[in-house]
């Protein structure tokens, strides 16, 4: 089945600074990969998606690259804010399959 | 904008009884998913449900869950007789015919 794998487990930046956090998956067969943000006590949020068939997905300070050769995709924060401070969770499917998450990344936003 | 609702928000029981989490979700969609999350780790998948009948179930899902979606709206987990390691946050979540799943803000579940 497939396995998730996402580095780094927690990463601090100051305000204003880029993060990047990096996923990488298992099964090939996977084209459908989503981001989410979980603030404390709440559910996971989507924050950015993209699909097999694309290789970047950009929406306002949030992008999203994806190299199916080397199985590995990457969100890309800009201009990180504090709200930006939270669990991100990177995710790989099949199309309409079940969601393999990976297991987390904790970014504090130092202002 | 349309949302995933999860009632209750907290629920404590002791170990042996059995809990119901229930779950609305938004209205159009048609394929349904309850994941755990144990304090600190990371989501795992429990099971899918599409057209009135489970669609794929984890290991996790054993013959003590049960799922149901008793009415056009909700959409219930039951756990029969809980252990202490079902401690965790229940999401529920759906889908339309698209691949994103929006996800409900959760129930934490302690087992005493």
């Known amino acids: 089945g497939e396995n998730v794998e996402q580095h780094p487990s927690t990463l601090s930046v100051q305000e204003g600074d880029s993060a990047v956090i990096k996923c990488t998956y298992s099964d090939s067969a996977s084209n459908y990969f989503p981001w989410y943000k979980q603030e404390l006590g709440k559910g996971p949020q989507l924050i950015i998606d993209?699909?097999?068939?694309?290789g970047e997905k950009k929406d306002q300070r949030i992008a999203v690259t994806l190299n199916k050769t080397a199985k590995h995709f990457s969100l890309h924060i800009t201009e990180t804010q504090p709200e930006d401070s939270a669990v991100y969770f990177c995710?790989?499917?099949?199309?309409?399959?079940?969601?393999?998450f990976g297991p987390g990344t904790r970014l504090s936003v130092l202002p | 904008e349309p949302e995933v609702t999860q009632t209750p928000s907290h629920q404590v029981t002791q170990m042996g009884q059995e809990v119901i989490l229930r779950c609305v979700p938004i209205?159009?969609?048609?394929?349904f998913y309850w994941y755990r999350q144990i304090l600190g780790q990371k989501v795992e998948f429990l099971v899918s449900?599409?057209?009135?009948?489970?669609?794929?179930k984890s290991e996790i899902f054993d013959d003590q869950f049960s799922v149901e979606r008793p009415d056009g709206s909700n959409f219930t987990l039951k756990i029969r007789s809980t252990k202490l390691e079902d401690s965790a946050m229940y999401f529920c979540?759906?889908?339309?015919?698209?691949?994103?799943?929006?996800f409900g803000p959760g129930t934490r579940l302690t087992v005493l």
């Open positions: 449900f599409y057209n009135n009948e489970i669609s794929e």
């Open positions: 209205s159009n969609h048609l394929y």
């Open positions: 995710a790989a499917t099949g199309y309409g399959q079940n969601f393999v």
């Open positions: 993209i699909r097999s068939n694309v």
């Open positions: 979540a759906s889908r339309t015919t698209g691949p994103t799943q929006y």
